[in-house]
């Protein structure tokens, strides 16, 4: 993990950590609770993902590091540029692997407000070297739509995937865009208790092979850690009323 370092010592890591594999290689690999929402089951290399919350809702940047964990976990490097509120433990929760995940401060803040010309830098040096970007709204929204384009175009050619929490990638429209549509807490009773577990639903967009609108349920966190699957509940099996020998039914 590092935090505040400039474009030259960015770019110096992504050249250590940059992937073997080819741009057009098999895609990384998500965990199990995301097979109803992504196509294949997978992230395409050389794309980007639009992640966000419908307004009051919370949720966004946990499914943006659940999205991540997969391929954290088989060994890709993840880097979060953007997202100062991200809590180390809760990526773990969720299954990133903290030995593969880079933070980036704000290079904005670091060089005085309004100033633009550090983010395109960092996030290319990002691209080249890592296999998953993850790009906060507030990091977004210092991008020209100009840079977006240039960005969208090295994340192709680069094999990357980008993922834009809370705002799509400026002058881009992704392929794949999930919405935390409904979120809420388990675990707390009427003042008491602790909180164990996050039931969101997910609803899931986009183009191509994720044309068709797709909706699931997930525990994120799920009650003992990780990324699940809600399984829907069974309908109980109504019991038939059988009459007794000698009574009337």
């Known amino acids: 993990m590092m935090r505040g370092e400039g ?79 991200l809590g180390l433990v809760a990526a773990a929760e969720l299954g990133v692997a903290l030995e593969r995940l880079v933070l980036v401060a704000d290079p ?12 395109p830098s960092v996030v290319a040096a990002l691209v080249d070297g890592f296999d ?38 400026p002058g881009e429209r992704s392929p794949l865009r999930l919405t935390v549509a409904a979120a809420s807490w388990s675990g707390l009773g009427e003042g008491w208790g602790h909180l164990r577990g996050r039931r969101v639903t997910v609803e899931a967009t986009g183009r191509g092979g994720a044309a068709r609108a797709r909706q699931a349920e997930l525990w994120l966190p799920a009650p003992a ?3 699940e699957l809600v399984e829907p509940i069974a309908e109980p099996i109504p019991l038939r009323r059988t009459s007794t020998p000698g009574r009337a039914s």
């Open 7 to 85: 474009p030259g010592a960015l770019a110096e890591l992504a050249e250590q950590v940059r992937p073997v594999s080819l741009a057009g290689d098999q895609g990384l690999p998500l965990l199990g609770a995301f097979e109803p929402l992504v196509p294949g089951a997978g992230l395409r290399r050389g794309s980007t993902v639009g992640v966000d919350a419908l307004p009051g809702v919370t949720g966004a940047t946990s499914l943006a590091l659940a999205l991540a964990a997969g391929a954290s976990q088989n060994g890709s490097w993840v880097a979060a540029v953007g997202l100062g509120s």
């Open 108 to 119: 904005g803040r670091d060089r005085g407000e309004g100033e633009r010309t550090g983010w």
């Open 132 to 169: 998953v970007v993850l790009v906060g709204a507030e990091a977004g929204a210092r991008l020209r739509a100009a840079d977006g384009r240039r960005l969208g175009a090295r994340v192709r050619e680069r094999g990357t995937v980008l993922v834009g929490v809370g705002a799509e990638l």
């Open 225 to 227: 850690g990780g990324v």
